[in-house]
């Protein structure tokens, strides 16, 4: 069985993640942010796509909890790009470095998954598996996103829509890849946190 996939976002109302420059802004309510915190605590895993680490340099780690309790960060970086000081390489929580099997880039990181050329996530699910993880929660970005409702591996979906309007072709959208994904999701609850609401799909 591959891990049970939940990806997790906030955009503003107009559907984007970020500005042009990709950079992260803060959209989500002190509401969402609390529960995002909470909801981090209950996966086995948090992952980012190489985009998010080099744009943002994110710790991925949840304040307060030590090495072995934080979940277990994952990079999907098929080229090798993460610089090896980068945050989510540090010492605060485990990390997994997802690459394509024609990458020979090494990092210091707990484990390092050559996963297919190109790329497969059904190979990471399974190498992830075989680790014991079995929840993963996919946080960005909007490449990384579309990636896995393109493949059908998405099993629950929640955005936070803020109270922006960020406008802009080229900013980046929670499913931001190159190419249509046309899956329909059942709409399960919605609920105002702070100035935006959380919608929850399941597909």
Not at 69 to 84: A, S
Request: charged fraction near 30%; charge should be negative; aromatic fraction near 4%.
């Amino acid at each position: 069985m591959r891990p049970f996939i939940h990806v997790n976002c906030a955009m503003s109302a107009d559907g984007k993640i970020a500005g042009p420059d990709r950079k992260q802004m803060r959209i989500s309510s002190d509401e969402d942010i609390a529960r995002v915190r909470e909801l981090r605590k209950g996966y086995d895993s948090i992952l980012v796509g190489v985009g998010t680490v080099i744009s943002d340099d994110p710790h991925l780690t949840v304040k307060g909890l030590s090495y072995d309790d934080n979940p277990i960060r994952i990079v999907i970086d098929p080229d090798g790009r993460t610089p090896d000081d980068a945050l989510v390489l540090d010492e605060r929580a485990p990390t997994v470095m997802v690459t394509s099997s024609s990458c020979e880039r090494e990092w210091d990181a707990e484990e390092i998954v050559r996963a297919g050329d190109p790329l497969d996530l059904n190979i990471m699910l399974e190498a992830l598996g075989e680790m014991g993880i079995d929840s993963v929660l996919v946080e960005g970005g909007g490449e990384t996103i579309a990636g896995f409702f393109s493949a059908d591996l998405v099993d629950k979906y929640t955005v936070f829509v803020g109270p922006w309007v960020i406008g802009d072709r080229t900013s980046p959208t929670p499913a931001d890849g190159g190419r249509p994904i046309m899956r329909k999701m059942s709409l399960e609850s919605t609920e105002v946190l702070g100035d935006g609401v959380l919608l929850t799909f399941t597909l």
